[in-house]
């Protein structure tokens, strides 16, 4: 699933509550250049928490060091390949000739120049798929609650994993159906009300003044409007926006929330299969590999272009907004994400793709609660650590304990395990630029299972249609890391995953500030240069990093 937040608000009935900051900005966000490069700020300096990102360069520089390009695959819903801020840091197949119908470097993709896509096929691509909850329901309620209940009990027996699996995804699926229609009703309700809020505003602007003087409704939809009014007039989002102002942003908001709760009836259907038709594969055959398109967009690419941006974008025009590793990497386009849950093969056959055409990181700002394919995943991550590849995983949306609330893919096979199985994935919750609540509201978090936290609030970066825009998530933190890890591997080429992860754990900016010690390993904010002045010291050091030996701490960890 696309770990997409709504940009200002979060419904439950009535009420809300505002993700952005909590007090008025003085600059129209779209206009604040320091807001829109927030993330890139030294903390020493400015004691905002970013990622010190231009002195990781001036350090690494200062060392004589050369940089390399490094190519960073970002598996996502697709890259707008030809935006003019990411257009030149697109990385390009040296062995495929472009737009000649061949597999020039037989590798099994059809003019794969930029990338490839793993959701599409000869008839189009996959825009919304099902939520993995509902693939589970639908392909084992048969098995487990079919007519005959003899065989259904000898079934729940025989296939006690799975059985589990599908009972926690019922549960989940009864649930979050539900949940999703009724926010779809709640927001398209809302969006209805938009002219009677502005019939009752009257041409003034949202104040406490304006709201205090309009008389009691006798029109139940005007009283609703007011009710809500009430609410919305204390956010900053809205708070002293004249009545057109609101109405243009209201509009803004209400269709982004409509559009991100419509597919839920596809994707909740337990009949709807638009897989089957569009790409063809057996789904069922984990081996197969050779299927799917060169499309690198897809109908729906703003998540996957705007990580691609906050990887290696690069300032264009008038717009100041670049990415953590512009200046050393390429972005490859592996399109592996819909408008709904990923795919376990198509993880699997993207990290392997990845892989073996060069890349060195992969982004992975996706997740899902459950994986009837997980082995295969894990197959893959196991793949990618032998070939000696840094996996960076967005911890999730969803305010929770990810030891409790499992995000997968995970690189820990059961929660009780004391480390993971491999030693290349790097879990990255999303921080704000507020010291006082440094934890992004939504951002999972776990002391052993999340590495380290980076940016994840008000990340302004490149958008399709060739524009900008702020989202957040932890889909946004993940390539903050991705990008940093990026940058210290172009400059230390020998560098190990696991030797990538200890500096940046051991180097961040931690922080007691509300529990945000505990909130992951690392207990703070990444900071780069201290993360090259860390892995420079201990894995480089004027030798091949691949002499140096890990640290105890890190032997323990990645002791098989």
């Known amino acids: 699933m696309k770990k997409v937040l709504l940009a200002a608000v979060f419904l439950a009935g009535f009420s809300f509550s505002f993700a952005q900051e909590s007090k008025a900005k003085s600059i129209d966000p779209n206009e604040d250049k320091d807001l829109m490069t927030w993330y890139h700020k030294d903390f020493a300096t400015s004691k905002v ?58 590798n099994g993709y059809v003019d794969d120049v930029h990338g490839w896509n793993f959701i599409g096929g000869k008839n189009g691509d996959v825009d919304i798929d099902n939520m993995e909850v509902t693939r589970v329901v639908a392909k084992y309620k048969p098995v487990f609650e079919g007519t005959d209940s003899t065989k259904n009990k000898a079934n729940q027996a025989q296939m006690k994993e799975e059985f589990d699996m599908y009972m ?26 938009i002219p009677n809020m502005v019939k009752l505003l009257g041409g003034k602007p949202v104040t406490a003044e304006t709201l ?42 209400m269709k982004e929330a409509i ?23 057996n789904y069922d055959d984990y081996s197969e590999k050779s ?50 849950d990923e795919r376990d093969k198509d993880v699997a056959n993207a990290i392997r793709y990845a892989v073996d055409n060069g890349a060195k990181v992969l982004n992975m700002s996706f997740g899902k609660p459950v994986s009837p ?26 305010n929770e304990d990810v030891a409790e609330h499992l995000a997968y893919p995970t690189n820990f096979k059961n929660v009780t395990d004391e480390k993971p199985f491999v030693s290349n994935v790097l879990v990255v919750g999303a921080s704000t630029n507020k010291n006082n609540a440094l934890r992004a509201d939504f951002s999972n978090y776990n002391k052993k299972m999340v590495n380290v936290f980076a940016p994840g609030e008000e990340i302004y970066s490149t958008v399709p249609k060739n ?62 240069k201290k993360a090259a002045e860390y892995a420079y010291t201990n894995f480089y050091k004027g030798k091949p990093a691949s002499t140096a030996k890990p640290s105890k701490s890190v032997k323990k960890a990645v002791k098989k």
């Not at 060392?63 to 030809?82: A, H, Y």
Request: proline share 5%; glycine share 10%; hydrophobic share 35%.
């Open 467 to 528: 524009e900008y825009k702020y989202l957040q998530g932890t889909s946004m933190a993940s390539p903050v890391v991705a990008g940093g890890a990026a940058v210290l591997l172009a400059y230390m080429p020998d560098l190990k995953p696991y030797q990538i992860i200890e500096a940046l754990v051991k180097s961040s900016n931690a922080s007691t500030a509300n529990g945000f010690t505990d909130q992951s390993q690392a207990g703070g904010v990444i900071d780069l």
């Open 259 to 281: 559009d991100h709760f419509a597919p839920a009836a596809k994707q909740y259907d337990l009949s709807y299969d638009t897989r089957k038709e569009i790409v063809g594969d």
């Open 373 to 398: 394919g997980k082995n295969v995943v894990w197959d893959a991550f196991k793949y990618a650590e032998d070939k000696g590849v840094l996996l960076v995983k967005a911890a999730g949306n969803e």
């Open 212 to 253: 205090s003087a309009i008389k009691a409704p006798t029109d139940q939809k005007d009283a609703i409007a007011l009710e809500f009014l009430g609410q919305i007039s204390q956010s900053p989002e809205f708070k002293g926006k004249s009545s057109a102002e609101f109405e243009k942003k209201m509009k803004e908001e």
């Open 168 to 193: 926690k995804a019922k549960d989940m699926f009864n649930k979050k159906s539900i949940e999703a229609q009724q926010n779809f009703k709640t927001y398209s309700m809302l969006n209805e009300l």
């Open 49 to 106: 928490y970013g990622v010190n990102t231009e002195n990781a360069y001036k350090y690494l520089e200062s060392k004589g060091l050369k940089p390399k390009t490094v190519v960073v695959g970002v598996l996502d819903s697709g890259v707008q390949v030809d935006h003019p801020g990411l257009v030149k840091n697109l990385w390009s197949n040296p062995n495929e000739v472009p737009g000649n119908g061949k597999d020039d470097d037989g």
């Open 291 to 340: 299927y799917g398109n060169n499309h690198y967009e897809g109908p729906d690419a703003e998540h996957g272009t705007h990580v691609a941006g906050i990887i290696a974008g690069l300032p264009q025009g008038k717009e100041i907004q670049h990415g953590v590793a512009s200046k050393v990497a390429k972005i490859m386009s592996v399109r592996t994400v819909p408008n709904g």
